[in-house]
């Protein structure tokens, strides 16, 4: 079965730091990626997604995320974080048998000092 | 804009009682999902629909049953809940060309004592 797995389940950062969280995940061949972004008292919403082509691929609100299928990670990253960016990230990870499945991963809670 | 809506924030029911869950969907979408967060395991999926009267299981359907009778709604039930299904419960959905992005409904809090 397909695994997906955030290693940092708590970062805390200042504001103007620098984000980089990791998502790898267990399937060798074709992937869909997505990371998707709760806001405190808000539902989830997507970031941004990976199909194919540039493996670069830049979302809302600044965030942007690179697929090295060598490395099967799909990292989030941001220059620069804001205050606003405090929520919980999660990666999810589709795969060509999934069918309208997403697989989550465990999650990653960001918290912004102003 | 794709709105998905569940029928209550917060949900107290006692251990044995029948829970119904209820997820709307007002963009004709033929997928909806119902899944489960808990703190440090992310969103695991509970069951799938792709069309009405139709249902596939998730990773963790045990303890649940679904319904879709209409293409917007799908409904999550517990015959007899217990305390172990205390959890946030969240319901998608996803149009047949939408490139697999779910939208999310804003999630019913439920506790079960």
């Known amino acids: 079965a397909q695994s997906v797995s955030q290693h940092n389940h708590h970062v805390i950062l200042s504001e103007a730091a620098s984000l980089e969280l990791g998502c790898n995940y267990s399937?060798?061949?074709?992937?869909?990626l997505f990371w998707y972004v709760q806001y405190p008292g808000q539902h989830l919403q997507l970031l941004l997604k990976?199909?194919?082509?540039?493996?670069l691929v830049k979302g809302i609100k600044g965030f942007e995320a690179e697929f090295i299928k060598s490395k099967f990670s799909f990292n989030l990253r941001k220059p620069s974080v804001q205050w606003s960016d405090t929520a919980e990230y999660f990666c999810?990870?589709?795969?060509?048998?999934?069918?309208?499945?997403?697989?989550f991963g465990g999650g990653t809670r960001l918290m912004v000092k102003p | 804009d794709v709105k998905v809506t569940q029928s209550s924030r917060y949900l107290v029911k006692r251990t044995g009682e029948k829970v119904f869950l209820e997820c709307v969907q007002d963009?004709?979408?033929?997928?909806m999902f119902w899944y489960r967060q808990d703190p440090g395991l992310g969103l695991r999926l509970i069951y799938f629909?792709?069309?009405?009267?139709?249902?596939e299981k998730g990773d963790i359907p045990e303890g649940y049953s679904v319904s879709r009778e209409k293409k917007e709604r799908f409904s999550l039930i517990l015959e007899s809940a217990s305390t172990n299904q205390t959890s946030m419960y969240l319901c998608?959905?996803?149009?047949?060309?939408?490139?697999?992005?779910?939208?999310f409904g804003p999630g019913t809090r439920l506790t079960v004592t």
């Open positions: 399937y060798g061949g074709t992937v869909n």
């Open positions: 629909s792709y069309d009405v009267k139709m249902k």
């Open positions: 999810a990870v589709r795969t060509p048998w999934a069918g309208n499945m997403l697989t």
């Open positions: 963009m004709d979408h033929e997928n």
């Open positions: 990976y199909f194919s082509g540039d493996p």
């Open positions: 998608a959905s996803r149009g047949a060309g939408s490139a697999y992005e779910q939208y």
